[in-house]
């Protein structure tokens, strides 16, 4: 215990990167996928089936493949960047995929009858997009999207491998000094846990308040 | 870019090591925690309310960590206490505590989405219990279950890549391995980015399949 409290701020500070590294990879990625995602749906069959592969073929590696990958590929390419840089860069590539498929499911969603009806008034595509489709996708999309955050909070401890410093690195280093691998590793557990809880919370909870606007 | 494919075709031998390690990982990983996860679902279905609640909390903690934390606990933590294990089992430990926790509210959803009243129905025509959620209940909820369980086994696969975090020699590690003695080239990870995704490809043709011929009519 007063190991932990001793190492507290360095935690804290750990903690803070973990979140600036979600953060970045989370709005990055929601803008990204959801550009992709809306490509997908608008720009035509072809251009929406190479979405899909893409889509796809994400899905199906593991992230620390993905992280690897970049950190290797990017100096071969001529990239140089930090592992900060190549880790929120491979994160970002990596979740974009998956609000893209968020976004899709969600446009899909929509009646095509309303899109019709959109068009029979005389709007353009994009204009029946904008105020017929995108308002009532997203407000579908938001519990999945929040569930995803999540799920970006904890890949964040990946980028720990190619020796980027957050939570779990730092955690790591710690023990390594202390030989407490319990106390630290369940501590950092704890931390991890109340900031996805949270917002696992926050998701199921607008779920809920979604289906009530929806009857 | 110049792609120089010398560094995967001269190592293949410790390419198809890593994936042999990688298939025996997931495979003892996707049994145990099939497993066990039903058989969390289910005590947590049976409604003893302290049991309930300790079962809950372990599941929603391990959904809600890195699974890598996991891991580091049971590898730097186990042999403090005197139980000296090897990567591996580290590996499947970590990877079982964690898709336990999935698994189980996947089969929960499952159970949960047969009526109740197939349950008085079978008990009715005079079944015991057990022979009534055998043959009744369970069959219809894996049939609803398994597309998100074919979907958690994909993940599970993929989750093996973290065993290189603990210099378990997987598909993931080996490729490290090859990067580094070939003076960092990048290739090794995509030829094991295209396995893992045959793989996955693979389960999920399977899974549908089975879901083709084991479809139940609602």
Known sequence: MDQIIRSLPVLLEALQQTLVLSGLAVVFSALLGFAIGEVSTLAGPVAGWFVRRYIELVRGIPLLVFIFLSYYLLPAVGVQTEPFSTAVMSLVLYFSAFVAEIVRGAVQSIPQNQINSGLALGMRRLKVERIVVLPQALRIAVPALLNLCSIVVKSTSLVSIIGVWELTYATREIVMRTVLPFEFFIFAMIIYFVVCYTIVRASKMLERKMALAHR | ?218
């Open chain 2, 1 to 218: 870019m110049r792609m120089d494919w010398s560094a995967v075709t001269n190592n293949v031998d410790t390419l198809v090591q890593g994936l042999l390690t990688t298939l025996a990982l997931s495979s003892i990983s996707i049994v145990l925690s099939i497993i066990f996860g039903t058989l969390l679902a289910l005590v947590r279905l049976s409604n003893v309310t302290f049991v309930e609640a300790a079962i809950s909390a372990y599941v929603e903690l391990l959904r809600n960590t890195p699974l890598l934390i996991t891991l580091y606990l049971i590898y730097f933590g186990l042999p403090l206490v005197g139980i000296a294990i090897p990567p591996f089992t580290s590996a499947v430990l970590a990877l079982v505590m964690q898709h336990t926790a999935f698994i189980s509210e996947i089969i929960r959803g499952g159970i949960l989405s047969v009526p109740r009243a197939q349950v008085e129905a079978g008990r009715a025509m005079g079944m015991t219990p057990l022979k009534t959620f055998g043959i009744v209940i369970l069959p219809q909820a894996f049939s609803a279950a398994l597309p998100s369980l074919v979907g958690a086994i994909v993940i599970l696969l993929q989750d093996t890549s973290l065993g290189a975090a603990i210099a378990e020699v997987d598909l993931t590690m080996a490729a490290k391995v090859i990067s580094q003695r070939t003076a960092t080239s990048f290739e090794p990870f995509i030829a094991i980015a295209a396995l893992y995704f045959a793989l996955a490809w693979l389960i999920s043709q399977a899974g549908r399949m089975v879901e083709a011929r084991y479809k139940i009519a609602r």
